[in-house]
Antibody
Framework: EVQLVESGGGLVQPGGSLRLSCAAS????????MHWVRQAPGKGLECVSI????????YYANSVKGRFTISRDNSKNTVCLQMGSLRVEDMAVYYC???????????WGQGTTVTVSS | EIVLTQSPATLSLSPGERATLSCRAS??????LAWYQQKPGQAPRLLMY???NRATGIPARFSGSGSGTDFTLTISSLGPEDFAVYYC?????????FGQGTKLEIK
């Protein structure tokens, strides 16, 4: 079964750090680019970051550039999002998603919740 | 950054009716537009990619059209499971932006 499972969410104070992980199974992980997408409470979807299949290329939303780092380990079928200098506005459900080069995010995890509060 | 504007914000229809959802881009995205469905408490699900291609397992009652700046998602006959929030997303330029969503609710 093709599956993505996120972990690492939780409560963090403003200015703090958190590392999210996404474990992939059921497909050739190293063949796909991977996204992190977030959804603030009651809001829409925002693409946070994308990483190429070999990890050589990464892109970030302006809202997180310089604070978040995406990485992947193809030997472990995992993609991570290291989040630093967290702000209240970073509070959201964070999803990892597989990028299908046909043109969409075709596999999603269940999401992990990040709460930023003092 | 390309802005996607979806209309209407909320669409109230009855099962069996036809739904037409719109997505307008602030600049041309060619046909690089996808549609997603999201139900409460669930992750989004890919419905359409490259404007008019149904994703795997998506019923034929869903169809997409458009190119450039104007796109439409049509659901020909609404089933009870179709009431959800729908998002469009462009992949023409990074960041890959989403529209703000259209909530399809039961009338």
């Amino acid at each position: 079964e093709v599956q993505l499972v996120e972990s690492g969410g939780g409560l963090v104070q403003p200015g703090g750090s958190l590392r999210l992980s996404c474990a992939a199974s059921g497909f050739t992980f190293s063949s796909y680019a991977m996204h992190w997408v977030r959804q603030a409470p009651g809001k829409g979807l925002e693409c946070v970051s994308i990483i190429s299949p070999n990890g050589g290329s990464t892109y970030y939303a302006n809202s997180v550039k310089g604070r978040f780092t995406i990485s992947r380990d193809n030997s472990k079928n995992t993609v991570c999002l290291q989040m630093g200098s967290l702000r209240v506005e970073d509070m959201a459900v964070y999803y990892c998603a597989r990028w299908n080069y046909a043109g969409g995010m075709d596999v999603w995890g269940q999401g992990t919740t990040v709460t930023v509060s003092s | 950054e390309i802005v996607l504007t979806q209309s209407p914000a909320t669409l109230s229809l009855s099962p069996g009716e036809r739904a037409t959802l719109s997505c307008r881009a602030s600049q041309s995205v060619s046909n690089y537009l996808a549609w997603y469905q999201q139900k409460p408490g669930q992750a989004p699900r890919l419905l359409m990619y490259d404007a008019s291609n149904r994703a795997t397992g998506i019923p034929a009652r869903f169809s997409g059209s458009g190119s450039g700046t104007d796109f439409t998602l049509t659901i020909s006959s609404l089933g009870p499971e179709d009431f959800a929030v729908y998002y469009c997303q462009q992949r023409s330029n990074w960041p890959y932006t989403f529209g703000q969503g259209t909530k399809l609710e039961i009338k």
